[in-house]
């Protein structure tokens, strides 16, 4: 069945660095990629997406890139501050989502 | 901004014992999900349902779960004979384009059931 990667599983950083999050999905009709920051016993927030015809998209510090050669994509965090810290979850939608496992960022500051 | 409400936001029972979860999606959503959570554990995918039935449901979603639009608004999500690995958080959502698009996704504040 469909499935979805992410890594790594923890990323601690020092404010004001970047921070890098990577999905990979099985299954090439997914036409909708969403990143979700959950915070502890919250519902998952949706904070950024792609569709299946755009290879890059961003908002402020955050941008996601879509390689669907690769079946890859990715989030990027510029400029990290505290308050992004939290659980992250990528998701690849065909007809339903399938969520990667989760990243656990950590912002020091 | 139109919200997807859940009730109740938590519910503790028996093992054995029946649960209906509740859920209101947006009144112009067509396309409703349910979703379940397993504490530290990865959002995963139950059912999904559009016009009145069932569109797809996971492995996960045996004859134990049923799901119900009794109504115009509500939405159910009914765990026969509960399980002590049922707990978990039951997040409800309702998306306008979902199914072939995909994207406009609203989820719930979820349900948090403990089954003791």
């Known amino acids: 069945g469909e499935n979805v990667e992410q890594h790594p599983s923890t990323l601690s950083v020092q404010e004001g660095d970047s921070a890098v999050i990577k999905c990979t999905y099985s299954?090439?009709?997914?036409?909708?990629f969403p990143w979700y920051k959950q915070e502890l016993g919250k519902r998952p927030q949706l904070i950024i997406d792609?569709?299946?015809?755009?290879g890059e998209k961003k908002d402020q510090r955050i941008a996601v890139t879509l390689n669907k050669t690769a079946k890859h994509f990715s989030l990027h965090i510029t400029e990290t501050q505290p308050e992004d810290s939290a659980v992250y979850f990528c998701?690849?939608?065909?007809?339903?989502?399938?969520f990667g496992q989760g990243t656990t960022l950590q912002v020091k500051p | 901004e139109p919200e997807v409400t859940q009730t109740p936001s938590h519910q503790v029972t028996q093992m054995g014992q029946e649960v209906i979860l509740r859920c209101v999606p947006i009144?112009?959503?067509?396309?409703f999900y349910w979703y379940r959570q397993i504490l530290g554990q990865k959002v995963e995918f139950l059912v999904s349902?559009?016009?009145?039935?069932?569109?797809?449901k996971s492995e996960i979603f045996d004859d134990q779960f049923s799901v119900e639009r009794p109504d115009g608004s509500n939405f159910t999500l009914k765990i026969r004979s509960t399980k002590l690995e049922d707990s978990a958080m039951y997040f409800c959502?309702?998306?306008?384009?979902?199914?072939?698009?995909?994207?406009?996704?609203?989820f719930g504040s979820g349900t948090r059931l403990t089954v003791v």
């Open positions: 299954d090439s009709a997914s036409n909708y």
């Open positions: 792609i569709r299946s015809n755009v």
């Open positions: 009144s112009n959503h067509l396309y």
């Open positions: 959502a309702s998306s306008e384009k979902g199914g072939r698009l995909g994207y406009g996704y609203t």
């Open positions: 349902f559009y016009n009145n039935e069932i569109s797809e």
């Open positions: 998701a690849a939608h065909t007809g339903k989502l399938i």
